[in-house]
Nanobody
């Protein structure tokens, strides 16, 4: 069983940066692919970024490419999402997710087994 806990959200102005963290407990993450999703008010939860278990390969939704960076530290059992040049449309609850799997990343919500409780990111002037 994997427990995930996100942190780092907050209220920022457009153009600012935030770094989200997702701390895992219950097992080591070295054999788990991970991802970030977000859910804006009144909308479905959408894929943001994914990373393979080793961290060697990443994938992003087009709207965040060049602004967001997903990374992980398996020694610390932590997943990160560095978000730069934030826009009001990035406002959402951000969730981290994990699933067992090596050398592949996953893009669909249904492909993930474990989820955190979410952290709110609000971008507003």
């Amino acid at each position: 069983q994997v427990q995930l806990l996100e942190s780092g959200g907050g209220l920022v102005r457009p153009g600012a940066s935030l770094r989200l963290s997702c701390d895992a407990s219950g097992t080591g993450l070295s054999t788990y692919a991970m991802g970030w999703f977000r859910q804006a008010p009144g909308k479905e939860r959408d894929f943001v970024a994914a990373i393979t278990n080793s961290g060697g390969t990443t994938y992003y939704v087009n709207s965040v490419k060049g602004r967001f960076t997903i990374s992980r530290d398996n020694d610390k059992n932590t997943l990160y999402l560095q978000m730069n040049s934030l826009k009001p449309e990035d406002t959402a609850v951000y969730y981290c997710a994990a699933r067992y799997g090596s050398n592949y990343y996953y893009l669909k919500e249904s492909e993930y087994t474990y989820w955190g409780q979410g952290t709110q990111v609000t971008v507003s002037s």
